[in-house]
């Protein structure tokens, strides 16, 4: 059967060449990075030639990037140790972030007793600005976790502004980037990003390898405790061939991104082209969303909606329906609640997201299932 792959803000396949570095790194960088001996030392090598690759294309320094096992990781430690070292007393986030973020400050309020404060989010998906300035100045020490693109609907919120107000109060300010590093340059000197977040497996990487950015001059404590491993921020033997994975797919997103971004634009257009001629009727959920990511309303009937991610995997169809962890689950979207109305959240919304591996034919074929749908 013909499979079609359209989710890949769920996860994307790893780049040939991400493979072959990471084989090249199991077959002859066996040592420990923490072992004084050539080969440990070599492996060691192995994963500070990384951590520079990746400063180099985020335009910030090699000892500001800590490598951890996911960005789902990365956001519980920096929130963890903002709460408990920091004395911060507040956070401000949105509904509409990841789950790694929302449980965690969940968790955090119910350990710490932390106030949480959410930024309205409008029907197209941005963030009430207005409403968020107005939580400025505060009493209590703030923290603001913001996410750079949505996941389900691609939406790009304005970091830049959301920094600049952040440091003008005196707050920190973590940003969920997992969805854009790789994607869209990112320039951390001119950013008022003080910690952020990133996950290989969104950029034809491994699974299981992520890293935070934290700022020069910033010291949170470790969330792990053992070895000195990352400075003794992050205890743990390296994952020297993840880490060598994840900087080789950074470099090739990075190197490929001005064509890549060219036709997955177009592919994206071409998408929604068709369906709309197919679906005269069919609505986007959010605007200014980024090139890879389409998150169509489709106007089906209310029993085809259960079904409809059934029917396309069944013909070899892969998209979602909101974030990976909902797919197949007839719950609603956390974001789309905040964006649709109760009568549009029972219609069908399907996240179609888009790589350079994509073709017009398999769209053409997607088109094709959902008319018979
Ligand atoms: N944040 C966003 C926006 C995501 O899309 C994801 C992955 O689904 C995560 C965080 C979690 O990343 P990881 O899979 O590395 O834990």
């Not at 335009?59 to 800590?66: G, K, S």
């Not at 994975?245 to 971004?261: N, P, V």
């Not at 329906?321 to 609603?332: D, L, T």
Request: aromatic share 8%.
């Amino acid at each position: 059967m013909k499979k079609v792959y359209l989710d890949n803000a769920a996860t994307t396949s790893i780049r040939q060449e991400v493979i072959d570095e990471m084989v090249k790194v199991m077959q002859t960088e066996y040592g420990n990075p923490s072992s004084t001996h050539s080969v440990g030392r070599s492996a060691k090598a192995i994963i500070e030639t990384a951590r520079k690759t990746i400063a180099k294309y985020l335009h910030c320094t090699a000892q500001e990037i800590l490598f951890t096992s996911s960005a789902t990781e990365a956001t519980n430690w920096i929130l963890r140790s903002a709460v408990k070292d920091f004395g911060v007393r507040r956070i401000i986030t949105s509904k509409t972030e990841h789950h790694a973020t929302l449980y965690t400050v969940k968790a955090l309020q119910q350990e710490f007793g932390i106030e949480i404060v959410e930024v309205n989010v409008l029907p197209d998906g941005s963030l009430d600005y207005n409403q968020f300035k107005a939580l400025f100045p505060s009493e209590r020490k703030t923290l603001v976790s913001l996410m750079h693109v949505n996941n389900e609907t691609g939406v790009v919120h304005d970091i830049a502004q959301i920094g600049e107000l952040c440091h003008q109060y005196d707050a920190f300010f973590h940003c969920d980037t997992v969805q854009s590093v790789g994607k869209t340059e990112l320039n951390l000197q001119e950013l008022p990003i003080d910690f952020l977040v990133a996950s290989a497996h969104k950029f034809h990487g491994p699974k299981g390898i992520g890293f935070a950015f934290v700022r020069k001059n910033v010291v949170l404590q470790p969330m792990l405790f053992g070895g000195e491993q990352e400075k003794g921020w992050r205890a743990g033997t390296e994952a020297v061939h993840q880490i060598a994975g994840m900087a080789k797919a950074l470099e090739l997103s990075y190197e490929q991104l001005h064509e890549e971004r060219i036709y997955i634009t177009e592919l994206k257009m071409y998408c929604l082209q068709k369906l709309q001629e197919a679906f005269p009727e069919v609505t986007v959920n959010g605007e200014n969303t980024l090139y890879n990511i389409l998150n169509v309303l489709l106007p089906f009937s209310e029993a085809k909606t259960a079904m409809i991610l059934f029917n396309l995997d069944m013909k070899g169809i892969a998209v979602s329906r909101g974030s990976a962890c909902q797919s197949g689950s007839i719950k609603p979207s956390h974001v789309l609640a905040e964006m649709l109305s109760e009568a549009d959240l029972k219609k069908p919304s399907l996240r179609i997201s888009f790589s350079h591996e994509n073709t017009k034919e398999e769209i053409d074929y997607l088109i094709e299932v959902l008319k018979e749908i």
